[in-house]
């Protein structure tokens, strides 16, 4: 069988050595006599993968020692209402406004207090980043939440937010692991697993541990990073099997050159991709230059049936999930770390020859 190109935007492609680990192992992890999947989540043997799972993503991301590791479930989505539930203590808090996820996130927080929008792009149908100096930052914020990389226009921060004292947060869903960031700019970063981490189920949160422990006088426990921050984020059954991809994840990442590596061959691949479309007749990317994600590469003919047709011809290729979200029609290629460079090379060759085909 063949391996497809799966340019989803997650649930997303995963490198192939992992998922050939993980099969040889699937039956029997190492001589335990059973699966990962079948193991207290309180065995000698399990603490041993989520330990060396945290361990890894401390050493990959240079993460400070005054900041915990914490796996979760309930996806990114569930951080839009954890983190107001946790860090809204005053009431007040600022939201950059640059896609459908900060949209929600910001409509989320406006359950727990005063939201306040500082900065959009929505005039511009989210196609680029505004500039800080447009950010109109209130002062006594308890925080200030960003969409580091917008998933569905393709768009990334080109700045870390100089938030000073106030915490910055950071959804960095579908950009976490991709280059080298420096965790000490954030109070508090979170992603959901599926798009750069492993499979979906696991959600990732990175948070200062100052930030810890503030949360209100009746937040459900399972709310409260206090809970996972004291119980080496197994109050309760954590998921196992998808922490345990992850930390085979993050072991290839290291054998990858660490995020240094990753950042070059992901620089490479955007570069191929983006270089093409700017040169095209027929193509073009939407998202303004300064502002380009590496991770989803967005792109258009301009002509809805121009683009339907080739969605349907680059699927009968082997390129799938290359249709765009509903919400900006056209296509996107997500070129996640697990996307290797002939990936993208086969992709761009296959885009020459629809162009000269129906430019
Ligand atoms: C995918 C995604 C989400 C939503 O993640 P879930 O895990 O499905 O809740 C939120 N933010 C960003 C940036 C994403 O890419």
């Known amino acids: 069988m063949a391996r497809v190109y799966n340019f989803s935007a997650g649930p997303a492609v995963l490198p192939e050595e992992v998922l050939k680990q993980a099969a040889a192992e699937l039956y029997e992890y190492g001589t335990t006599g059973q699966s990962v999947m079948e193991m207290s989540h309180r065995s000698k043997e399990y603490e041993a993968i989520i330990h060396e799972c945290e361990a890894l993503f401390r050493a990959v991301m240079s993460i400070p020692d005054n900041y915990k590791v914490l796996f979760l479930q309930g996806g990114a989505s569930l951080q839009f209402g954890m983190v107001p539930q946790n860090l809204m203590l005053s009431g007040k808090a600022d939201y950059a406004v640059t896609g459908q996820f900060s949209k929600k996130a910001y409509a989320e927080a406006k359950k727990f207090g005063t939201a306040v929008q500082i900065a959009s792009s929505a005039e511009q149908n989210f196609s680029r980043i505004p500039a800080e100096s447009e950010f109109a930052y209130s002062k006594d914020a308890d925080y200030v939440h960003v969409c580091f990389n917008n998933t569905i226009y393709g768009t990334k921060f080109p700045f870390i937010p100089n938030t000073g004292d106030i915490p910055l947060v950071a959804d960095m869903s579908s950009c976490i692991l991709s280059e080298p960031i420096d965790v000490s700019r954030f109070g508090l970063i979170y992603a959901g697993a599926q798009k750069n981490i492993g499979p979906a189920g696991l959600t990732v949160v990175i948070i200062r541990e100052d930030l810890i422990g503030k949360a209100p006088e009746g937040t459900p426990t399972m709310l409260d990073y206090k809970t996972y921050a004291e119980n080496e984020s197994m109050y309760n059954t954590p998921p196992t099997y998808a922490i345990y991809i992850c930390k085979l994840v993050l072991e290839w990442i290291q054998g990858k050159g660490g995020l240094a ?54 699927k009968a290729k082997g390129f799938i999930n290359i249709k765009g979200h509903r919400s900006v029609g056209g296509m996107r290629a997500s070129i996640y770390n697990a996307m290797p460079m002939e990936g993208v090379e086969k992709l761009v060759a296959f885009m020459k020859e629809f162009e000269a085909a129906n430019a």
Do not use: I, W
């Open 261 to 314: 590596g990753m950042q070059k061959h992901n620089q490479a691949k955007a570069a191929l991709l983006y270089d093409f479309l700017d040169s095209s007749k027929l193509f073009k990317a939407p998202a303004e230059k300064g502002s380009r994600s590496m991770m989803n590469v967005t792109f258009v003919t301009g002509d809805e049936e121009l683009d339907k047709k080739f969605v349907s011809e680059a």
